[in-house]
């Protein structure tokens, strides 16, 4: 069985309401040693994320123009720069993802988005928890005797149908080694990929015997 994200998820989350001032935000943020928060609404669904960055906007906004009608265009101008609350400052809409996806969905979702961590919404889209880069990692702790009882008798024995007494598998710190004879060389290479995508892989390294391409 593959994780999903609600097995590896943390469901404390640190959001802030979207009416937070920007001082409760850079509290929050200091308080607890993140660089992100989830913003919500008053029904806890999540309309964006307001991070160090979107803070930064303001320690970083450049020198006021001279001229009285630059300076009095410059102040009613609504940017990040001028923002005071979470939903003038949040980037939105939030990139979220669901209970029940696969922690390889989430991991492909933060490396596509370049994303630190994610927001967990129920159908509802509220707030139910957050997953972090170190969250999708952990399924990489899985012990190598639950690796091995994956390969060998869901892998080899039910998907594949097998006797999995003709192969040799070991597994070592999540690197998995599979030697045996195979007849068709479009199976083994099945079977090398379904390994691959096995919960807590690090690598497979093929041993197995088969025909070569003509």
């Known amino acids: 069985m593959r994780a ?3 097995d590896v998820m943390s469901p404390r989350v640190i959001a802030v ?37 979107d803070l930064l906007f ?49 991991a492909r979702v933060m490396q596509e988005r370049q994303l630190k961590r994610l927001p967990v919404v129920d159908e509802d889209g509220k707030l139910v928890g957050i ?26 024995a039910e998907e594949f149908a097998l006797d999995p007494n003709a192969f040799d598998v070991m597994v070592r710190t999540g690197i998995v080694t599979i030697a045996g004879n195979v007849e068709e060389r479009e199976t083994a290479l099945r079977i090398l990929a379904r390994i691959r995508h096995t919960e807590g892989v690090v690598t497979v390294r093929d041993r197995m015997s088969y025909p070569v391409a003509a």
């Open 58 to 106: 303001k320690e970083a906004d450049p020198d006021l123009p001279t001229g009285l009608v630059r300076l009095s265009w410059r102040l009613a101008e609504q940017t990040k720069a001028t923002a005071a609350t979470a939903g003038q400052l949040m980037t939105a809409p939030a990139v979220v993802i669901e209970p029940d996806s696969s922690v390889c969905a989430a």
């Open 17 to 53: 309401r979207e009416s937070a001032g920007f001082k409760e935000i850079v509290w929050a943020l200091r308080r607890y040693r993140v660089s992100a928060c989830p913003v919500i609404d008053d029904e806890d669904r999540v309309i964006g994320v307001v991070s160090e960055a």
């Open 4 to 6: 999903i994200v609600k």
């Open 131 to 156: 997953i972090t880069r170190s969250d999708v990692l952990s399924v990489f702790e899985r012990p190598d005797e639950e690796i091995w009882d994956e390969v060998v008798k869901v892998v080899l």
